[in-house]
């Protein structure tokens, strides 16, 4: 990739610019796409990659204060207006792709002028990565905001080398089939434009290539789809953490003394969670199980705590800032169930954490309990489990995650069964030292053999290979 520029397309770029009373702040931002494509390895290229996202500024904050964030990338944001950012982002990818493709469908709300706006936005992109698209520039497309961006661009350069990752579950198609029939085709066509298109696990992968088998009749290989003229190569990459961060994080002294003063408050047993506000990551199951929990272990109260951070997110959302309240209404009724006049069994955040209180939490607690009623990865399982220099701590996790077919040593539970989940938890907080050592071991041996690094290096390579094969022989 020496001689090849990186043009990396995403919803959101990696900090948002917030003006408040003539106050401007720069921060940075969060999730999984964000902090994977932060911590590529980019020092095998020689042209600094370029960067395209969706703005959350105005085109005025960002002339004053782009030289803020001038650093390995050359941002370029695409300022879309008001409403169709509303209806392309809130509406269609968060309110229709969002909810169907983690298997909620009675959460998707379809209407055809988000569709529209979800047109609109894809084209703008397109626009903008067409003034810059360069010979040899290899572009990669993220996530299921721009699902069709990759044939806008074929049909406007069709000799350009275009990768797609797809961060969330691909669903079967008994799921994808509730969408009108134009709308799906227009889905999966625009993806088809890609050279390579990647997905977290092989299921994702086969519900993709069996949607476009019984939607477009195009036929496939296990891992390629016959397009007409075009092969177009389709694998399962599984996404990875930066491995050394989080281990050498143990060691950070800020992270030693958030550590201490944890253990210091909570000197019992420590359970932890920490997700973004989404119905999709199952806190209110969790918090169900810690009842059922909690009533059938009675010899435990006064001698654990649950600490709950709930991370904001999509809150101009009904469907999130419902859950914040019903998440809210959950933890008092089981804190004021369970309380003693001494001791409370739910410490509830919802705010945001800084890396060193983060990973105190993860170095300090007994058992990380991670239960997503659906989730394309997971990330904090991984980090979780990378932080444990000291090799203790239990996972807990959702059998649900893309991140539990590489994670076998954790404590797999179904998180709609609450009984299980509280079976397990006492499981858990009963393991002996040794074997939670020996599974955190293992799972370290196995995140660190295929880091957020090599992840990406493995996609490039694909890439290339895929579309030398197109320049050779465009269907074998
Ligand atoms: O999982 C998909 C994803 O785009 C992740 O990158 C990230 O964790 C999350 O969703 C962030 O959502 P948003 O950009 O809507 O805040």
Not at 12 to 35: A, D, H, W
Not at 136 to 142: A, F
Not at 265 to 288: A, H
Not at 289 to 297: C, G, I, S, V
């Amino acid at each position: 990739m020496k001689n090849n520029r990186l043009i990396i397309i995403s919803y959101r770029l990696p900090f948002s610019i917030q003006v408040q009373n003539k106050v401007t702040t720069v921060k940075p931002s969060s999730g999984g796409l964000v902090t994977a494509v932060k911590s590529l390895d980019l020092s095998a290229s020689s042209q600094k990659p370029v960067w395209i996202g969706c703005a959350d500024f105005t085109q005025r904050t960002w002339e004053k204060h782009r030289h803020e964030v001038n650093d390995d990338f050359e941002y370029v944001p695409v300022f879309l207006d008001k409403a169709t950012n509303k209806h392309f982002y809130n509406g269609f990818a968060n309110s229709v792709l969002w909810p169907l493709f983690h298997y909620f469908p009675s959460y998707v709300d379809y209407h055809d002028e988000d569709l529209a706006a979800y047109q609109t936005a894809n084209q703008q992109v397109c626009e903008k990565v067409m003034e810059l698209l360069q010979p040899n520039d290899l572009v990669w497309v993220h996530d299921y905001h721009f699902l069709a961006l990759p044939q806008l661009i074929r049909e406007q350069e069709p000799k350009a080398t275009i990768g797609f990752f797809l961060h969330i579950p691909f669903p079967s198609n008994e799921l994808l089939r509730l969408l009108p029939r134009r709308c799906r085709d227009y889905l999966l066509t625009g993806l088809l434009g890609a050279d390579l298109i990647g997905f977290h696990t092989n299921d994702y992968l086969i519900h993709f290539l069996k949607s476009v088998q019984l939607n477009l009749g195009l036929p496939h290989t296990l891992a390629k789809i016959f397009n007409q003229d075009r092969a177009v190569q389709c694998q399962a990459f599984p996404i990875g953490i930066n491995y050394g961060l989080y281990n050498d994080g143990y060691n950070q002294p800020e992270v030693i003394e958030e550590r201490r003063a944890l253990k210091e408050s909570y000197p019992g047993k420590i359970i932890f969670s920490v997700d973004r506000l989404d119905y999709t990551k199952g806190v209110m199951q969790r918090l169900d199980a810690l009842e059922a929990f909690l009533q059938a272990h009675p010899e435990w109260k006064g001698n654990l705590v649950f600490i709950l951070v709930v991370i904001p997110s999509r809150d101009e959302i009904q469907t999130y800032w419902e859950r914040k309240q019903m998440i809210e209404q959950a933890v008092g009724r089981i804190n004021g169930k369970f309380a003693t006049l001494t001791w409370v069994p739910i410490v509830y955040r919802y705010a945001s954490l800084s890396f060193p209180q983060l990973l105190a939490l993860y170095t300090a607690c007994d058992v990380a309990m991670i239960t997503p009623l659906r989730d394309g990865m997971n990330l904090v399982a991984k980090e979780f489990v990378a932080s444990r220099q000291d090799q203790q701590g239990v996972l807990l996790l959702s059998e649900l995650t893309g991140a539990a077919n590489e994670l076998g040593e954790a404590l797999l539970v179904n998180p709609l069964d609450e009984y299980e989940v509280a079976d397990q938890l006492n499981a858990g907080l009963t393991m002996a030292p040794e074997e939670q050592q020996r599974r955190i071991a293992i799972m370290q041996q196995r995140i660190a053999g295929y880091d957020v690094k090599q992840w990406a290096n493995e996609f490039f390579e694909s890439l290339l290979t895929a579309r030398r094969g197109q320049e050779k022989s465009p269907v074998r």
